[in-house]
């Protein structure tokens, strides 16, 4: 048995009771954690590694519950759009995706959350050009890689210009094609087991790129197969516009009407919702990733995250496309959520606990592993994040979970994914940073 056993941390655990340490310990034995407490660590037996973690914070590993790795490399384009005109510039730069592309883009992306604190990754893939290679593949190698965890959501487009949608035709794909590539990817890779890696969901893009067809079986796809679901949903009002114009009705109604809500759905940005479709999301504990800096960065508007939480809906935080976030970083966006939430709400729009209970216990239950993942318990996977709060940039914040959320994104001491060290010292230690950025570098340069 491998044993480490960190002490002498503040620890918050991010539990049901709450429960922080101010000089605690955290013991973790193989891939799940064994003791967590107050003081030192209890006398271990045999061989073990004892890790002095006096002046930093253990936390639960942050889990992103949305992005799109593949766009790390086309980041700084189209800067100044809305979302429909950033897509329509982006689509046919990203109709030129091979699968080399794809990984060394999803391979920066996952080093650079793992660098933030994450752990765990939902990554929605939605773009299959005709001569792109295994784009699954490409990502599964990738999670390989870095040593995360990560739902990948096969996405799938099947409405092109042609038929009212935004993507240009030559980048979507036939309705049976989608959902075949759908299964075909949930046999290949998901894994149910309560260790897993890598797990697959279903995830038709949006409702301005997919038949209302793709939607119902998707669903249907999805509960056959025993997997989670995903999609985009009321992110612009440009999208409300389009919805109320076609369909007659909200994308919210939308999504409930064609069983896109429940405990195994969850859905990205939900930033436009009325009253009735919070309360709706929160009696059926669908799940939203909220991704605050994407929202800004796109102009979207700010997502009524109090208002969700108080209607028990399962928040959870996303970075999005590294296109509309070119920072790439889920450590940051505590910060961002709670101040976009004071925007909106006043100072009890958000506090910085419940900050960082979205960034971990919420996002465990949007992908429906609150059992395994999202906060430090005896049992738990040993997925964890030490932050070092003695530096400069947090002298003097007393508290240390004020210090992680209102302050800079600090450094990592320790980054654990199944007990496995992933980042030490504030460096990646799966594979090189350097051979990383020059792989993005080229095949960044192959897009232009």
């Not at 979207?300 to 939480?309: F, Q």
């Not at 961002?336 to 209970?357: H, I, K, S, V």
Request: charged share 20%.
């Amino acid at each position: 048995m491998s044993t480490t056993v960190l002490e002498h941390a503040a620890v918050s655990t991010v539990d049901a009771d709450g429960a922080e340490f101010r000089d605690g310990h955290v013991v973790v034995a193989d891939d799940r954690i064994q003791a967590v407490g107050e003081g030192p660590a209890p006398e271990i037996s045999g061989a073990h590694t004892r890790i002095d973690a006096t002046g930093c914070l253990i936390t639960p590993g942050l889990v992103n519950t949305h992005h799109h790795l593949y766009q790390w490399a086309t980041r700084g384009l189209a800067a100044d759009h809305t979302l429909f005109q950033w897509l329509t510039a982006l689509y046919p730069v990203w109709n030129r995706l091979d699968a080399g592309i794809t990984h060394a883009a999803a391979t920066a992306g996952l080093a650079r959350l793992a660098l933030t604190g994450c752990t765990t990754v939902a990554d929605h893939h939605y773009v299959f050009p005709n001569d792109g290679g295994d784009q699954m593949d490409a990502l599964v190698s990738a999670v390989g890689r870095i040593g995360v965890r990560a739902q990948l959501v096969r996405g799938s487009m099947d409405r092109g210009e042609s038929d009212g949608g935004l993507p240009p035709d030559n980048l979507v794909e036939s309705t049976e094609d989608a959902l075949l590539g759908t299964e075909a990817a949930i046999d290949a890779y998901h894994d149910p087991a309560p260790d897993a890696r890598i797990r697959i969901s279903a995830g038709p893009c949006s409702p301005f790129t997919v038949t209302e067809e793709l939607m119902s079986r998707s669903a249907d796809l999805a509960r056959r197969k025993g997997v989670r679901l995903h999609t985009h949903l009321a992110e612009t009002l440009d999208e409300e516009e389009q919805c109320l114009r076609e369909v007659g009705c909200t994308p919210a109604e939308y999504a409930d009407k064609l069983g896109w809500v429940g405990e195994d759905v969850w859905l990205a940005h939900t930033v436009h919702l009325a009253p009735e479709a919070i309360r709706r999301l929160g009696a059926t504990r669908t799940g939203s990733a909220h991704c605050p800096t994407s929202n800004g960065r796109l102009g979207a508007g700010i997502a009524p995250v109090r208002a969700l939480l108080d209607a028990g809906v399962p928040v959870g935080l996303g970075v999005d496309g590294a296109a509309s976030n070119e920072s790439g970083g889920l450590g940051e966006e505590l910060h961002q959520a709670l101040l976009q939430a004071r925007q909106r709400g006043g100072p009890t729009g958000l506090t910085t606990r419940e900050a960082l209970w979205m960034g971990t216990m919420g996002g465990a239950r949007c992908l429906g592993r609150e059992d395994e993942l999202g906060s430090l318990e005896p049992g738990k996977l040993a997925d964890l994040a030490v932050w070092r709060l003695d530096g400069l940039n947090h002298a003097g914040i007393e508290d240390p979970v004020a210090a992680l959320v209102l302050g800079a994104t600090p450094p990592l001491t320790l980054l654990l994914v199944g007990g496995k060290t992933v980042v030490a010292d504030g460096e990646l230690r799966t594979d090189d940073e350097s051979r990383i950025a020059a792989e993005l570098r080229a095949a960044s340069g192959r897009l232009r």
